[in-house]
């Protein structure tokens, strides 16, 4: 248990559909981050937000839509997806933005588009 | 641009079997280097890390020196348990600016009794 948290687990659903990702952590920590996992690829970074405030956005497709609204949650809306977008789909957190602070990861959402 | 290799597994490893993997890395400056492992069906775990050259990082039997010479970090065991089959992440991120982990493609560690 690390102390950040992902719901749901799994999920699937038709390129048409509109889902949201979930993601809390209870570390008391400031910042916040979305990572891609796709089989034999290293971990993409697709988001990043500190106190709330997006600082980066990967070259992310619009289809994937973060919300902070506030330092523990964190969601990712998706809208339209493509099967390409199956994957794991990681949150993580870390006490600061600067600096090589530790990133506490969640245990992902496995997400299929068919 | 900076980036991190790893070697691609799988790796078999029988019970008590001495593990390295290796890791060599390319960076402008001076990063900060991370092994992370991910066991089957969680998230990833930090195991070691180490900030400066010649630190060794150490937890759980697993040790990793940071060598600049050589850009690498390679993560040893000496007696692997069946416990530790998991996928393991090499990764750096820059100490002085923003908290970008750069991760290699991952190496899979099987044992077997």
């Known amino acids: 248990e690390t102390g950040v948290t992902q719901t749901p687990r799994h999920l699937v659903m038709g390129m048409t559909n509109k889902k949201s990702l979930k993601c809390e952590q209870h570390?008391?920590?400031?910042?916040m981050y979305w990572y891609k996992q796709s089989a034999k690829k290293p971990l993409e970074l697709m988001f990043v937000y500190n106190f709330k405030e997006q600082t980066e956005n990967n070259s992310v497709p619009s289809r994937f839509s973060p919300e902070c609204p506030n330092s523990s949650h964190l969601f990712l809306h998706l809208h339209t997806l493509q099967p390409e977008d199956s994957a794991l789909y990681l949150c993580?957190?870390?006490?600061?933005?600067?600096?090589?602070?530790?990133?506490?990861f969640g245990p992902g959402t496995r997400l299929t588009v068919l | 641009g900076d980036s991190v290799t790893q070697m691609e597994g799988p790796v078999t490893l029988s019970e008590e079997a001495f593990l390295t993997i290796n890791c060599t890395y390319t960076?402008?400056?001076?990063?900060?280097l991370f092994w992370y492992v991910q066991y089957p069906g969680e998230g990833l775990q930090l195991l070691l890390k180490?900030?400066?050259?010649?630190d060794k990082g150490s937890n759980k039997g697993f040790e990793a020196t940071y060598r600049k010479e050589t850009t690498s970090f390679h993560l040893e065991k000496g007696s692997v348990q069946v416990s530790d089959s998991a996928v393991y992440f090499c990764?750096?991120?820059?100490?002085?600016?923003?908290?970008?982990?750069?991760f290699g493609a991952g190496t899979r560690l099987a044992v077997h009794p």
């Open positions: 993580a957190s870390s006490q600061d933005l600067l600096g090589a602070d530790t990133q506490y």
């Open positions: 960076a402008t400056g001076y990063p900060s």
């Open positions: 570390l008391g920590h400031n910042a």
């Open positions: 990764a750096l991120s820059f100490s002085g600016g923003y908290n970008k982990l750069i």
């Open positions: 180490a900030t400066k050259a010649d």
